[in-house]
């Protein structure tokens, strides 16, 4: 419940925080060159690398990953079944626990609507709503009603500073490309078979809107020295829509038809 | 350690410890089997449309003539809602037919991804580029 509670307090904050970001916008000087990511966005449900040959967009971000980065084949709707971890070469005592991780506990009344992390969360098949300012870039997952911060005026993150699903977040532009790296994220979540990352990891994300603005690529570059060695990523691609995310308002009631289903 | 601080650390521990493992991805691949393919036919005796995932329990006829109870589950509503359903897409008592792939470890669970009500219509729209 503390993860969710999180969760909510930052959504208000960012509710709270709404007319700030055009006022922030206004101040900023050079704004107006920066792609504007703002609007909805629903991550395509078809194959995305490596299932499918890159797309030229997308191809220009897989580009700037470090040689030898093992790209995962989970983005959207495809999971990995049990024991695949998609390539990676995982450290022992990771691979015990995801050999030992009992998916109930997914579904469980307790553990139901415990958010993921935004590692995972951030691909999974769900809309994402972008508000961009100079200052801050907020991100709001329907997923969780999870809330990202992006500072933008930050380059360091504080050693004091919570860990949580959502970690914290500094942004800046390295020409039309929208630059995130994540720190002091809770351990959770990195597939869905029982993999999780520690409290080490550390993500840089890529964002790079397409020139007719429709499609926004992104790539996530992960990096836990205690659960694999290397570097691993994922490529998503997201399509503007309209509207607005929808609140999840998670009820842990499904875990008791989860737990109370009869055998055969 | 004083007994107060001692209290703080233990409900610190918990709460790390309840917000920490066990999070929910309410994984697909790791409960149903993708060549376990199944229909069946029955009545709606609970539709709880709600995150994470919507839930229909179904009344199924055995060959034996007993009735089972299925557990159906369904996408998350708030992406239903993109594709045409609602709380009031299905009503208790009302027969329908559900298709899908059943769970790994045999239970009476299944993953719905077609409904069809007894006049052979579908419920919603398929799943689409955006949807």
């Given at each position: 419940m503390k993860a969710t509670g999180n969760a909510i307090v930052a959504a208000l904050g960012a509710i709270a925080c709404a007319p700030l970001l055009d006022l922030a916008m206004v101040a900023s000087a050079d704004e107006s060159s920066q792609p504007d990511l703002s609007g909805y966005w629903m991550i395509t449900f078809g194959a995305l690398p490596p299932r499918r040959e890159p797309t030229p967009l997308e191809r220009s971000l897989i580009e700037r990953l470090p040689p030898g980065t093992v790209l995962l084949g989970?983005?959207?709707l495809p999971e990995f079944p049990p024991g695949e971890f998609g390539g990676l070469e995982v450290l022992e005592g990771a691979l015990d626990a995801a050999r030992r991780y009992d998916p109930e506990v997914q579904r469980s009344v307790a553990t139901t609507c415990q958010p993921p992390g935004i590692i995972y969360s951030m691909q999974g098949p769900f809309p994402i709503e972008i508000f961009q300012g100079s200052r801050l870039i907020v991100m709001k997952l329907e997923y969780f009603d999870l809330v990202r911060i992006v500072f933008m005026d930050e380059t360091d993150h504080p050693d004091d500073w919570p860990l949580s699903v959502t970690g914290h977040s500094i942004g800046h532009w390295e020409g039309d490309t929208l630059v995130v790296d994540t720190a002091r994220l809770q351990p959770a979540t990195l597939l869905n078979n029982g993999l999780d990352h520690t409290e080490h990891v550390r993500l840089l994300e890529r964002f790079r809107l397409s020139e007719d603005g429709s499609t926004l690529a992104?790539?996530?570059?992960?990096?836990?020295?205690?659960?694999?060695?290397?570097?691993?990523?994922?490529?998503?691609?997201?399509?503007?829509?309209?509207?607005?995310?929808?609140?999840?308002a998670c009820d842990p009631s499904y875990g008791v038809a989860i737990e109370t289903r009869d055998k055969q | 350690m004083p007994r107060r601080f001692r209290c703080w650390v233990l409900?610190?521990?918990?709460?790390?410890?309840?917000?920490?493992?066990?999070?929910?991805?309410?994984?697909?691949?790791?409960?149903?089997?993708?060549?376990?393919?199944?229909?069946?036919?029955?009545?709606?005796?609970?539709?709880?449309?709600?995150?994470?995932?919507?839930?229909?329990?179904?009344?199924?006829?055995?060959?034996?003539?007993?009735q089972a109870r299925w557990i159906a589950e369904t996408s998350a509503p708030s992406a239903l809602r993109r594709r045409g359903w609602s709380q009031e897409s299905l009503a208790i008592g009302e027969e329908v037919t559900l298709e899908g792939i059943r769970a790994r470890d045999g239970s009476l669970l299944m993953r719905v991804t077609r409904v069809t009500r007894a006049d052979g219509t579908e419920v919603g729209v398929p799943r689409g580029i955006d949807n």
């Open positions: 989970d983005s959207g992104v790539t996530q570059e992960i990096e836990d020295p205690q659960v694999f060695t290397g570097r691993a990523a994922r490529v998503l691609s997201l399509e503007r829509g309209d509207g607005h995310v929808y609140p999840y | 409900t610190m521990a918990l709460l790390i410890g309840v917000a920490t493992p066990g999070a929910a991805h309410h994984s697909g691949a790791l409960f149903y089997d993708p060549d376990g393919g199944i229909s069946i036919t029955g009545t709606v005796t609970k539709f709880s449309f709600r995150n994470p995932h919507a839930i229909i329990e179904l009344a199924v006829d055995n060959a034996d003539g007993e």
